[in-house]
C-alpha cells in the first residue's frame, strides 16, 4: 500500500495530513480484521492476561470521538 497522506481539498496540509493518517490507518486495520470471528476478537490470549483485540478497537474508536 503506497499512502500519500493527503487530505481533502479544503483542509489547511498540517490537518489533512493528519486527517489521512487516520483514515488510512483505519483502513488498514480493517484489512486486518476483516474475516475475523467473535471468538478471534474478544480473545485475551493465555490466561486472558491481555487486552482483546475488540477492547483495542474499542479504545482507538473512543479516543478518536474525543
Known sequence: MLYDLQ???NMEPA???LYAAV?????RLKSITDGMSQEEA?????G???????QLI???FYVDLL
Open 58 to 60: 474499542k479504545h482507538l
Open 23 to 27: 483514515r488510512e490507518n483505519y483502513q
Open 7 to 9: 487530505g481533502e481539498g
Open 15 to 17: 490537518v489533512g495530513m
Open 48 to 54: 486472558s492476561k491481555f487486552n482483546s483485540t475488540a
Open 42 to 46: 474478544d480473545y485475551k490470549g493465555p
